[in-house]
């Protein structure tokens, strides 16, 4: 038997009217703030990322200010959140906005999957959220739903499964502009709020009558996960060198975050702290502090060494404590070599 998807929206959307959250995104679900939101909010969870959207919108607050904005200044305002790539492709796409489309959002999905950095969830987060389109945006949330309900036992990395998904939803969506705006955010919400990825909520839920998982008791049995691959492990130094210019910075050329400012580094086997700054032309140095830390990437774990010292020379670009803390960007994996210095 055909699971009856038309009977989800009516419940869920009198549950969202209800239930919802006030997120300052939501007050003025403009194109450009649901952009912002959904962006940030596929690393990182509601709550942290409530601050960073505050201070991303008053300092960009449109399209034009986005697209203007100097690199730096830019990933300092992304700093903490991570995965860089994701802010520099939300740049080049407001550069191409301002220039093809005078600023102005296209409303149609396969032209925002146009745009880079917007796959087809951000395309059917904004097309549906923001202009109120029959669109769906299928993320980690919304699979674990529907599988639940339905009891799907595709994993949910399938890309087959997903596009289905976005079809079978876009056919359900609602005819209002506003209905269709609020379906979407419902579908998040209940995964946020109530179908959790370990504890559903089930007795709160307002699809419980359809819910197959609930009804066999096999809520732990869906979503059918990938299985997860082994991270690879580096050992890594971050030097935190103290010149009488300051402390030293660069930009990463390769690996992991390319492009992005570091606090000198170099993956090791068992070449020892030392070797690497003479390496570097740096002979004469203080007695090192070091601080031992693990920094997490979505495949590599960095097992860090972080290692503070003094030098006369600096062999890369030096700043003081304040200007790198006040307009540099540094990501978390080198930026919490800091605390060495309490
Ligand atoms: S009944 Fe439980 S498992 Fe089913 S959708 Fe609702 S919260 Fe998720």
């Known amino acids: 038997m055909q699971f009856p998807f038309h009977l989800i929206p009516a419940p869920l959307l009198a549950w969202y009217n209800t239930h919802k959250r006030t997120l300052a995104w939501r007050s003025d679900p403009t194109p450009y703030h649901v952009w912002v939101s959904e962006i940030m909010l596929q690393q990182t969870r509601v709550e942290a990322v409530k601050s960073y959207y505050d201070r991303f919108i008053e300092a960009l607050p449109s399209v034009e200010a986005l697209a203007a904005c100097s690199e730096e200044r830019l990933l300092k305002l992304w700093e903490g959140l991570g995965y860089y790539s994701r802010v520099r492709n939300m740049q080049k796409a407001a550069r191409i906005l301002v220039l093809e489309y005078g600023g102005v959002f296209p409303s149609d999905t396969e032209k925002l999957k146009k745009l880079p950095g917007i796959g087809a969830y951000t395309a059917g987060a904004i097309a549906s959220i923001a202009f109120g389109r029959r669109a769906a945006a299928v993320d980690g949330n919304v699979l674990r739903v529907i599988s639940r309900l339905t009891e799907n036992p595709t994993e949910i990395s399938d890309i087959a499964y997903k596009r289905a998904l976005e079809k079978t939803l876009t056919d359900i969506y609602p005819e209002t502009a506003e209905k269709c705006s609020a379906f979407t ?158």
């Not at 709020?193 to 699809?207: I, Q």
């Not at 979505?298 to 307009?327: G, K, M, N, R």
Request: glycine content about 4%.
């Open 185 to 342: 955010q419902s579908l998040f919400e209940l995964g946020a709020l109530v179908c959790k990825p370990t504890s559903p909520d089930c007795e709160a839920c307002p699809l419980r009558a359809l819910c197959l998982a609930y009804k066999h008791g096999n809520q732990s049995l869906f979503p059918v996960l990938p299985a997860k691959k082994a991270k690879r492990r580096e050992s890594v130094y971050v030097f935190l060198l103290e010149t009488p210019e300051g402390f030293c910075v660069r930009r990463r050329e390769a690996g992991v975050l390319k492009g992005m400012n570091e606090f000198p580094s170099a993956v090791y086997e068992r070449e020892t702290a030392e070797q690497v700054l003479n390496g570097w032309g740096v002979y004469e140095f203080t007695e090192m502090k070091r601080k031992k830390y693990t920094h997490v990437f979505t495949h590599i774990i960095w097992d860090i060494t972080c290692v503070w010292a003094q030098a006369d020379v600096a062999p890369f670009d030096a700043y003081a404590l304040d200007e790198i803390e006040e307009s540099i960007s540094l990501p978390t994996a080198f930026k919490q070599c800091l605390s060495i210095l309490q």
